[in-house]
């Protein structure tokens, strides 16, 4: 299973992921915090959260808001839980995205970052979120566009030598794979930064 080889390879990267991939982590999570504009009163899940760059994000701004963040790779999760020891209202597990280990209607907002070109089955990762979403919730995910040239050709090399890689998606795609599980699109775009990285981001509803 390509979560098998995400699961060892981020358990193997844990210690200097932060480190080596500084720059793109600080462009890509300041940009989805700021884009989401999280209310401190919201219960956030942050699926497939890694190290906790994006919960240190937000708490540092809000040092009382209640998030959860989930991954598959425990040795990220310690280092998150290392990095964020101070804060009381945040909590992390070992869980895939395609079995959040919550109650049903459990979360204000969902956010997934960074994340989706590893996802086994999206449709199921999808049906998830929603599942633990609150009715009248929001989700918000952003990933690598392959819209963009390059994200194209890393797509195309990825796939031959990175086992744990699954697979990016054009905007147009992953539409289609929000709407499929039945969400409505309420804000979109893409954007682009460095050489290299061309990204998208939606915010998402559950369909009435």
């Not at 701004?61 to 209202?89: C, F, R, W």
């Not at 090399?157 to 699109?185: G, N, R």
Request: net charge negative; charged share 20%.
């Amino acid at each position: 299973m390509t979560e098998t080889k995400v699961r060892q390879q981020y358990d193997k990267l844990a210690t200097i992921y932060d480190q080596r991939w500084n720059s793109y982590i600080v462009n890509t999570l300041s940009f989805l915090k700021d884009w989401a504009q999280i209310s401190p009163s919201m219960t956030v899940l942050d699926v497939a959260c890694g190290t906790g760059e994006f919960e240190r994000l937000l708490l540092t701004e809000n040092p009382t808001q209640h998030i959860t963040g989930v991954d598959i790779s425990e040795k990220m999760l310690l280092v998150a839980q290392q990095k964020l020891k101070e804060y009381p209202y945040i909590s992390f597990h070992t869980a895939s995205a395609s079995a959040l280990p919550f109650e049903n209607n459990s979360f204000d907002i969902v956010v997934s970052g960074n994340s989706f070109h590893y996802f086994d089955d999206p449709n199921a990762a999808l049906i998830e979120i929603k599942r633990v979403l609150k009715p009248d919730g929001t989700v918000i995910i952003l990933d690598w566009c392959k819209d963009y040239l390059l994200c194209r050709v890393c797509d195309f090399i990825l796939k031959l030598v990175d086992p744990a890689y699954k697979q990016c998606y054009t905007q147009s795609e992953f539409h289609s794979l929000l709407k499929s599980a039945q969400f409505d699109i309420k804000r979109a775009t893409k954007f682009q930064f460095g050489v290299v990285w061309g990204m998208m981001i939606a915010t998402v509803t559950p369909q009435s």
